[in-house]
């Protein structure tokens, strides 16, 4: 089913032009478009409810408090997690790592130990645990990646000789923002637990882009941003297990999440409080609530089958054009609506600079993969990604944008 006629009039920004031509919108990898519905969430908050939220008795404070937390309890269904108090807002993906590297892994983790993570990681599951490895003697280690291309996806006969007593922690995403490869989440964490590790699963690029419930997953840390499922930046979401919270001091410490204070101490409220120090985005919060409800509308399998069936469809009209090199699955593999490649002789920033031109919004560069760009023998790449409000015409605009490049740099 082609889900574009039927959303795209909901996102304001996509009608427009741009360098004379109709916008096409595949940067969705990056950042999601905003339907009308977050946009009219924003502002309502801001025009009637704008106060702060928890201990203010008079009315506006009351209807932000009601509304934030709504937006909590809103996000642990959207997730399928057991209790509201099992979501802490954070600013996105990258600081929801760092909270559990610096709250949890410092804590636990010992001169010995082991986190295990993969070669196709972004930045933001990797630095943070290079990090607190460093500084509590830990070990970091990655599961291979199979193929010249990352083709094969992980090395999953690899992955059973490195989950070791050791390991304490296995951090991996759920789909590769670079490979668009879609990893099987539910059957790492089963290995993890099989042999007392925890889990924390990056899942910037799959919540909202197709079902997801932490339980089915059997994860204990889950971490996502609101502005790559359709809400507000500056927004994101760390999940986990309750027992776990209650066990991790706040790695930031401040107003709203205490207790008690005197001037020799402090001691600190229960999840999600503890962990949210300082005035929380409010309305960032109460965007991505509508966010969900958005998502949930139009169907998160279906918005699934779609970005999954464009993403299919590129590579099969990619293929087909002299000196490219496809990442990621092959042809009759799932993916993700992720598609990067490289052309021949032709720099990633050119290609989006002169696929600009055409109208279109790409993405050039590492894409916070200099591991997995250093592995695959490149610098950079450019990176289409589609969602629910992108069209298969879109691909034609695409592979005729890269066909006159290719002429212009006199690749054909």
């Known amino acids: 089913m082609d ?32 339907p009308r519905s977050v946009i009219d969430a924003l502002v309502h908050y801001y025009e009637r409810d704008n106060s702060n939220v928890h201990r203010g008795l008079h009315a506006l404070s009351m209807r932000a408090t009601n509304a934030y937390e709504g937006a909590r309890a809103r996000v642990a269904r959207f997730i399928g997690a057991a209790a509201p108090a099992e979501i802490i807002f954070t600013r996105g993906t990258t600081e929801s790592v760092n909270l559990v590297a610096q709250a949890w892994g410092r804590a636990h983790l ?7 993570t993969t070669q196709m990681e972004h930045h933001g599951n990797l630095v943070p645990w290079q990090q607190v490895a460093r500084e509590t003697g830990a070990m970091l280690r ?8 990352g083709e094969g996806g992980l090395d999953l006969a690899a992955l059973d000789s490195l989950l070791t007593p ?18 099987p989440a539910a ?26 419930d932490v339980r089915e997953l059997g994860c204990d840390f889950l ?10 930046t500056g927004i994101g979401v760390l999940y986990a297990r309750l027992p776990i919270l209650e066990n991790m001091a706040p790695y930031e410490t401040g107003g709203g999440m205490v207790s008690t204070v005197t001037y020799e101490e402090a001691t600190w409220k229960p999840s999600p409080e503890r962990f949210e120090a300082g005035t929380p985005n409010i309305a960032g919060a109460i965007g991505l609530a509508a966010a969900c409800d958005y998502l949930d509308s ?12 464009l993403g299919q469809l590129a590579c099969e009209r990619l293929a087909q054009l002299p000196g490219i090199r496809l990442l990621g699955p092959p042809a009759g593999v799932e993916r993700s609506g992720i598609v990067s490649f490289a052309l021949a002789d032709v720099h990633a920033h050119d290609v989006v600079t002169f696929a600009d031109e055409d109208g279109l919004a790409l993405r050039g560069g590492h894409h916070c993969n200099q591991p997995l760009m250093h592995k695959l023998g490149l610098t950079s790449t450019t990176r289409a ?28």
């Not at 010992?110 to 295990?116: M, P, S």
Request: glycine letters at 8%; one cysteine or more; a positive charge.
């Open 385 to 412: 990604s589609f969602s629910l409000y992108n069209s298969a015409e879109e691909i034609d605009v695409l592979v005729a944008s890269l066909r006159r490049i290719q002429s212009f740099f006199g690749c054909q």
């Open 223 to 232: 971490a996502f941003s609101g502005h790559k499922m359709c809400g507000p």
């Open 298 to 309: 139009v169907g998160r399998e279906k918005i699934a089958a779609h970005s999954h069936a």
């Open 187 to 212: 059957e790492l964490c089963a290995k993890a637990r099989a042999v007392g590790a925890l889990t924390l699963v990056d899942a910037a690029q799959s919540a909202g882009h197709q079902p997801l």
């Open 166 to 183: 050791q390991v304490k922690l296995f951090a991996f995403t759920h789909v590769s923002n670079t490979l668009g490869t879609i990893n």
């Open 3 to 34: 889900l574009s006629p039927h959303t795209r009039a909901a996102f304001p920004a996509l009608h427009q032009s741009v360098n004379g031509k109709p916008l096409v919108y595949l940067d969705n990898a990056a950042t999601m478009q905003k």
């Open 142 to 149: 990655a599961v291979p990646l199979l193929g010249e291309n």
């Open 110 to 116: 010992r001169a010995g130990d082991v986190v295990l």
